[in-house]
């Protein structure tokens, strides 16, 4: 038999502490080589594409996430882990909960690290899967006390601040504006599907953290080159993603590319994380393989 | 809950009669682009690597099949069929049973279609799943008479003939040499895994139908160009595949290579067949989508 596990198993099996241990020890594992995270593969089928992200652990296991652009909500995800010495499936995981957590759980591997220890203050723009998976992981290694929300639709960002305040038990306001909502805080995610700017540089305070998940491409971007100049460190989870995009990623052929640095090393000592008060831009671009990791973590 | 179909429910539930109708109707539907058949993707993994082989049927399914190079054998394939109104996973498949029929399906079509009508005698070049499964499905299309298999190994091609005397009932003889097995016989199938050509063109006789399951590729290909140039019609379950091929396909910027029709196309009848007498070679590649579509058939 295969087991097959179920959006309802990944709630009950998965809490976020255990999620961002899980993907500190993938990052510091693919620093090391020892998870291959290749960039992710495509192919095209009329109205759609299916996308394949793929890893191996040295010795372990190998495997995939695989989820699609059809136009059919909310669809599943499906993981896939094989045993690397006989290639037998160790489980499968269907649904839409696991890649989202595994996400929100390296956004808060990066914000334990890289933002100011007593930082206190979220403001996040976007009120999708991932901003909410953000505001889970984080809320275990930060102490919120004011969190932000914000998006275009007053009923998305209002019922998003309740679902915080219900569910993860957070005080959060809904604020009528990008600028409010990031302006001075010292947490600041950006998890938008805009292809424009959703913020202006400048509203970034000096010593704040700021985290993008949404699109990061030439033509279609959340964010602009200069939110990743007024940093003082930049970071992604995945240099190799972001050498893959096509079209190419935001930063590429800018002054800003070569400033990026893998999160991984910067976990690993191997280079230099943030010195007091300085600025920090995480590009969240999706370590490959931290699915399959996740999953095989669960399957014991 | 998520329906998985093992190897034992689909060697319960897959015929041969069944699943050769099948593909011929999905060669045909992808013919008129109602099924996508994109060339197949993969990833590098360290010691293996990870590919897809995804399909799309309009209005219906989309899904794939995943399959690896690690060494672990026998492993596992994931065939995934997702409804393409919901998104919703309609069924997985995990084993080696769908995968292999599948080809052995396709191949039948193919000598339904293009092979004299009485044919009987067939050789096979090669004792291992590919070959297996072609004898499957050949024999509902041909009431086959007279079958030579051969293998570098005595023990095996031994071991495969005994095995196909009692589980598809055929009268069958092991051979000592490539050449006895294939001369003079109106079938011949190879499906070596050997990089270097198995038999030479001249031993095929007129007229006779010849499939390649193989390797196919500059620098590693069970047949060289001749074996093409021998043939009157030289047929393709694939033209996308074989455009795809990295290193290229062994015809790539031959005089042959402009003579590969699309089976699909022949079987539609908008590109002429072979004429009674004619020599006929099909390379299998893998039309994408065709596991998904028996899966789907499968799940009703």
């Known amino acids: 038999m295969v087991t097959v596990l179920t959006d309802s198993d990944i709630a009950a099996r998965l809490d976020a502490r255990t999620a961002v241990g899980w993907m500190r020890s993938a990052l510091l594992a693919a620093h090391r080589g020892e998870l291959h995270s290749p960039p992710r593969v495509s192919t095209s089928l009329g109205d759609g594409r299916l996308v394949f992200t793929t890893g191996a652990l040295e010795g372990e296991w190998y495997g ?52 100011v220890a007593g930082a ?29 929300v914000f998006s275009r639709s007053v009923e998305r960002r209002n ?3 309740a ?17 409010e909502t990031v302006e001075g805080k010292e947490l600041v995610v950006l ?36 939110l990743v100049a007024r940093a003082d460190v930049a970071v992604t989870d995945s240099l190799a993603q972001t050498a893959a995009y096509d079209p190419p990623f935001i930063l590429t052929g800018t002054l800003q590319h070569d ?18 008060g300085q ?12 699915e399959t990791y996740l999953l095989a973590k669960l399957l014991g």
Chains 1, 2 share one sequence.
């Open 120 to 148: 206190s203050t979220l403001g996040v723009v976007g009120t999708g899967v991932r901003a909410w998976n953000q505001l889970w992981a984080i809320s275990v290694v930060r102490e919120l006390t004011e969190v932000t």
């Open 191 to 226: 998890a938008t599907d805009s292809p424009v700017p959703v913020i202006d540089a400048s509203w970034i305070a000096p010593g704040s953290y700021v985290t993008t998940l949404g699109p990061k491409q030439f033509g279609r971007a959340e964010f602009g080159p200069d």
């Open 159 to 161: 019922a998003f601040a």
């Open 279 to 290: 600025t920090v831009v995480l590009c969240s671009v999706g370590l490959a393989g931290t």
């Open 163 to 179: 679902r915080v305040s219900a569910e993860l038990g957070l005080p959060v306001v809904a604020a009528p504006s990008a600028r």
């Open 64 to 115: 995939y996430r695989s989820y699609d652009s059809f136009d059919s909500s909310p669809g599943a995800q499906v993981v896939v882990v094989h045993d690397l010495r006989t290639g037998i499936v160790r489980g499968v995981a269907v649904g839409n909960e696991l890649g989202p957590r595994r996400v929100g759980a390296i956004g808060a591997v990066a914000v334990d690290a890289l933002a």
């Open 259 to 276: 400033r990026l640095v893998s999160l991984g090393a910067v976990l690993a000592g191997d280079v230099p994380g943030p010195l007091p």
